[in-house]
Nanobody
Framework: QGQPVESGGGLVQPGGSLRLSCVAP????????MGWYRQPAGKPREFVAA???????DFADSVKGRFTIARDNAKNTVYLQLNSLKPEDTAVYYC??????????????????WGKGTLVTVSS
């Protein structure tokens, strides 16, 4: 797989929305679980959401009901829709290629399986 590339980050006010995109080159994209993680400044990277090759989804409790995830295998793209944004959602958001096992997303940790990130800032 080629390294995924994220886009769509930016500055948004609390309560606003953004849609992030991740393009992951490679012929096996449709067989992979795709996940989104985020890393606030000075804090560890944390799981946000994931979607399996078959379309099963999983969300962190902190974003459940506010974020949605979808994929378009024809475009090798996964999307993260961020709604009702809060200041605590501010972070660099990363796209990850992994496996769906035991009911959830398991990331591949090699650098080639992670994008460089896109910054989302939620502030007035």
């Amino acid at each position: 797989q080629g390294q995924p590339v994220e886009s769509g980050g930016g500055l948004v006010q609390p309560g606003g929305s953004l849609r992030l995109s991740c393009v992951a080159p490679g012929s096996i994209f449709s067989t992979k679980s795709m996940g989104w993680y985020r890393q606030p400044a000075g804090k560890p990277r944390e799981f946000v959401a994931a979607i399996s090759s078959g379309g099963t989804t999983d969300f962190a409790d902190s974003v459940k009901g506010r974020f949605t995830i979808a994929r378009d295998n024809a475009k090798n793209t996964v999307y993260l829709q961020l709604n009702s944004l809060k200041p605590e959602d501010t972070a660099v958001y990363y796209c990850n290629i992994g496996l769906w096992m035991r009911g959830g997303h398991y990331p591949h940790y090699g650098t080639e399986y992670w994008g460089k990130g896109t910054l989302v800032t939620v502030s007035s």
